[in-house]
């Protein structure tokens, strides 16, 4: 075996995964699993500080929102914080006819898709629910009840092989994102069962940040996620989840062989949520500091940015200029999410049907008329 | 006599036949899935079996085993696909076999598909059917013969309906499909093999409405609200109350959500009495809300309080004891006879 190479068992123990960069930023030219696939990636230097670029936006982006929380701005954040690498990397290896599935914590996936970021802060700030179309980004409504969209992407990919959208390289796949809690979900596994019966051309992506909220991957399961695939007929795959060019290069075979007919792969980024749960938790309670401390040494960040600096790809005007850009985003967004105004409170009746109800036009009538019996009123 | 291949297999010219109401659902959905390629049906068993009451019978031989799928035995996972299938431009018709069945779907049902088109802000429409054979009467076993529809009406986003007819059923599936709302669509079981009239060549643009409530028999003296498997038994109530000299109206409600009040109100107004009749237990139910509506609105009408005849509040008990349960015609004249007392 070749220098720079290496092979891990598709059923390795516990870290044993696909890595292509280490948390010192060395590169490994290509990682070969125990079922004979190999990884590898083939960037250009500008590919790799765009990556860079990526990774440090959204961390910095979340930054902000976090930020806005703390002064009121915003009713809760979800942080990605620790996982801006397995969700620049899987957003990035999405090509652009493919469909993603998220839940309420891909804001790293939807800034890699070329969404202005401020799209979910509606639902954060409490102003909507969402309330983008998912057709027109390629990316789903936030989904916040655990686990529930997997189902979704999984009929959406039922419907590409019926729309004959399969079976060769300009094919559509889709990406279904979740975390090491929803495995538990009854309808994540049904997914994974509908999924291997109709050869559904998805990626079940699950971000293993080791929590959910307080409960730890213990609790979730016997057995390292990626070998529940198995079980389902489907091929799993364990990735450094805080590497983005492993988390790349595997994200993007699985949705090539799904675009190409071969069906599901569950992909296992194996991570770790750096911060809360949401700005409402407190993972103070439930687990030690030096587990945090641990897991700062792995940084997705810190380690492009070694690699980048040892190969001389970057120097510090680089990495100054990526930092102050990353503001200037998150300055700019921070003024915009200031000025969304609350929605008129008679829009609380829009959209309850496509063809509409009398019932909800009669409360609507009623509703208007008590607003406006209020003297003064501006209603 | 045989008319063009539409897709499917030569269809009998059946102008103002006599069908089964679950033979009326069979060319319903055929006729869907003639008129729109985006029309899929999704289900267990509805596939080479025809579904567990025949209602898919022919289906997929006809428009094949990608439009007529047979689904693993997941409730949650039908419903959920269907919501996925829908984001893409599919109509997904879901069959879940029994009313018992659904809870495991309930989650897809009322926290995604009623949800999503104002998560969006409009932006997915969710254009999906969910029947759902309901009621008892038929000697099952525990939860096939629940009638859970009042979880659904409580629920906004959904429309609910359910028929009572064989016309209606061909009519009111087509529309349900043809809608872009979330419909879930209550069939009742135990009228499956009763039969009337129906033109198969009607058009549907000039069909009754799928919300508005229809007067199934006229009548002076009091009015029965009632839907899907007890408007028969109001029916049969009124006519044998006519022997008595006292003339009953019946109104069918047919939608659940929304419920077509005005019609309710313009026959209580008249009438001066309702009594509301419902397989399903009464405490909470459908029938509490359109007493509720009724007093509102037409207080001044009433001659007595609006009644309820309904299934107690117990779980659906054994079939030796079903008939006890089920509100009959002696229940319901006794109802009418305590509203004409008070």
């Known amino acids: ?379 | 006599m045989t008319e063009p291949d539409r897709g499917g297999k030569p269809q009998k010219k059946t102008v103002g036949e006599n069908l089964s109401l679950g033979k009326a659902l069979n060319h319903g959905l055929r006729r869907s899935l003639e008129n729109d390629s985006k029309v899929v049906i999704m289900g267990e068993d509805v596939g080479k079996l025809g579904g567990v009451f025949r209602i898919t019978d022919g289906l997929q031989k006809d428009f094949g085993e990608d439009r007529i799928i047979d689904t693993p035995l997941a409730e949650a996972g039908i419903v959920g696909t269907a919501v996925g299938l829908a984001i893409r431009g599919y109509r997904p018709v879901c069959e879940i076999q029994f009313d018992g069945f659904v809870f495991p779907a309930y989650n897809q049902i009322v926290a995604q598909v009623a949800k999503m088109f104002y998560r969006s802000k409009g932006n997915v429409r969710l254009p999906i059917v969910i029947r759902i054979p309901y009621g008892g009467g038929i000697g099952a076993v525990e939860h096939h013969s629940e009638s859970p529809e009042g979880y659904f009406a409580h629920t906004p986003g959904l429309k609910v309906v359910t028929c009572s007819t064989p016309l209606d059923a061909y009519t009111m599936i087509q529309q349900a499909i043809a809608t872009d709302d979330p419909i879930v669509f209550f069939e009742p079981k135990r009228r499956y093999w009763e039969k009337g009239e129906v033109d198969l060549d009607a058009d549907l643009a000039s069909a009754y409405p799928l919300h508005a409530a229809r007067v199934a028999r006229e009548g002076t003296d009091a009015t029965l609200l009632a839907y899907g498997p007890m408007v028969r038994t109001a029916l049969d109530a009124a006519t044998a109350a006519a022997e008595d000299g006292r003339n009953l109206e019946v109104i069918d409600l047919r939608s659940l959500s929304p419920v077509d009040y005005p019609a309710i109100y313009a026959s209580v107004r008249k009438t001066g009495r309702a009594v509301v009749v419902h397989e399903a237990p009464g405490n909470l139910g459908v029938g509490a809300e359109l007493a509720a509506r009724i007093t509102e609105e037409c207080f001044y009408s009433l001659e007595a309080p609006v009644l309820r005849v309904t299934g107690f509040d117990v779980p659906y008990p054994a079939a030796r004891v079903e008939e006890e349960y089920l509100p009959d015609l002696d229940r319901v004249l006794d109802a009418v006879d305590r509203s004409f007392g008070w």
Not at chain 1, 224 to 253: M, Q
Not at chain 1, 323 to 352: C, G, H, I, Y
Request: charged share 25%.
């Open chain 1, 1 to 379: 075996m070749a220098n720079g190479e290496r092979e891990v068992g598709v059923d390795a123990p516990a870290g044993g995964f696909v890595q292509l960069l280490t948390p010192d930023g060395e590169r490994v030219d290509s990682v070969t699993t125990a079922d004979g696939t190999t990884y590898s990636v083939s960037f250009t230097d500008d590919e790799y500080r765009e990556l860079y670029k990526d990774l440090v936006t959204v961390r910095r982006l979340d930054a902000e929102a976090t930020a806005l929380q703390r002064q009121g701005e915003l009713g809760i954040w979800a942080s990605l914080l620790g996982q801006e690498a397995a969700q620049v990397g899987s957003g990035r290896a999405l090509r652009p006819q493919d469909m993603a599935f998220p839940t309420y914590r891909e804001h790293g996936v939807l800034y890699t898709r070329g969404i202005d970021p401020i799209m979910p802060f509606g639902l954060f700030r409490g102003v909507d629910q969402g309330g983008w179309d998912p057709n027109e980004y390629k990316f789903n409504t936030y989904t916040i009840v655990i686990g529930a969209q997997t189902l979704h992407a999984t009929g959406y990919a039922m419907g590409i092989t019926m729309d004959g959208k399969t079976g060769n390289p300009d094919g559509e796949a889709v990406i279904a994102y979740f975390g090491d809690g929803a495995t538990s979900q009854g309808e994540v596994n049904e997914s994974f069962v509908w999924s291997g019966v109709f050869n559904a051309p998805i990626v079940f992506f699950c971000q293993n940040n080791q929590y959910a909220i307080s409960e730890p991957l213990e609790r979730q399961t016997r057995i390292p996620l990626y070998r529940r695939a198995a079980g389902y007929g489907f091929p799993g795959v364990r990735i450094d989840g805080n590497d983005v060019l492993a988390t790349f290069a595997v994200t993007r075979a699985a949705l090539d062989n799904a675009r190409n007919g071969q069906g599901p792969t569950l992909i296992e980024a194996y991570t770790y949520r750096m911060g809360a749960h949401t700005s409402s938790d407190d993972p103070t309670r439930y687990r030690i500091a030096s587990e945090v401390e641990s897991w700062k040494a792995k940084d997705p960040i810190s380690r492009l940015r070694a690699f980048l600096a040892k190969q001389q790809l970057a120097d510090d005007t680089f990495f100054a200029e990526v930092d102050e850009a990353a503001k200037t985003l998150a300055l700019d967004l921070r003024e915009r999410v200031l000025s969304m105004p609350d929605p008129q409170p008679v829009s609380l009746f829009d959209n309850v049907y496509p063809t509409g109800s009398p019932e909800i036009d009669a409360q609507r009538a009623r509703f208007v008329e008590y607003q406006a019996s209020f003297e003064g009123s501006d209603h």
